[in-house]
């Protein structure tokens, strides 16, 4: 049997105690490295999520704030545009009305009245028919008397603003329209929805 002194005993209590406090201890800070670990990944991932989310709502705010710019841009380029293109189009009109002006005033405008009534003499009715013109046109009104055959009323109306006729046969109930201002008017409207400067739907 071994003989063992006091002082082996305490180095071999000593030891064992040491060994298991050492595993302990190991034990003891990997337990704590795990922990803090875990927690340094849970707060890592909860910031991350706050950021994120601080930015995303950010993110939106600025998002939504373009894209209210963008939609007012967007009015008033058109605003303005649909303003230009109206301009440009009655500028249009305007010359066209100025040039019809000076076709009134040319020996041009006699030669059109003349073969306008000349062709009314074979189309309208045979009974007394009335013809409207424009206030104090006296190309038109001396046309209709050279060239009319047949029973007729004259009626200077203020409605026709350009030139040219209507005629009304009040037995057959006979509307012809060969007013300059319903020509224009027919070209206008055309032209309005047909020209590339008019503003698309």
């Known amino acids: 049997m071994p003989y063992f ?18 595993t302990t201890i190991e034990n003891l800070k990997n337990e704590i490295e795990g922990i803090k670990d875990a927690n340094y990944q849970r707060i890592h991932q909860e910031l991350k999520a706050t950021v994120n989310r601080s930015l995303e709502m950010e993110l939106s705010e600025l998002n939504s704030q373009y894209i209210s710019q963008v939609n007012r841009l967007k009015t008033d380029y058109s605003k303005n545009l649909m303003k230009r293109r109206r301009e440009l189009l009655d500028s249009i009109i305007l010359e066209v009305r100025e040039k019809l002006a000076e076709f009134i005033n040319s020996e041009e405008y006699r030669v059109f009245i003349d073969g306008k009534i000349m062709k009314i003499n074979n189309e309208i009715c045979d009974n007394s028919i009335e013809f409207l013109v424009k206030k104090n046109d006296k190309v038109v009104i001396d046309a209709i008397k050279d060239n009319f055959k047949g029973d007729f009323k004259i009626k200077e109306i203020t409605e026709i603003e350009i030139g040219g006729f209507s005629v009304i046969c009040h037995d057959l109930g006979i509307l012809i329209d060969e007013t300059i201002d319903k020509k224009l008017k027919e070209r206008e409207l055309w032209f309005y929805e047909h020209s590339d400067l008019a503003a698309s739907r």
């Open 5 to 22: 002194n006091k002082d082996d005993i305490y180095r071999q209590f000593a030891k064992e105690i040491n060994q298991k406090a050492d």
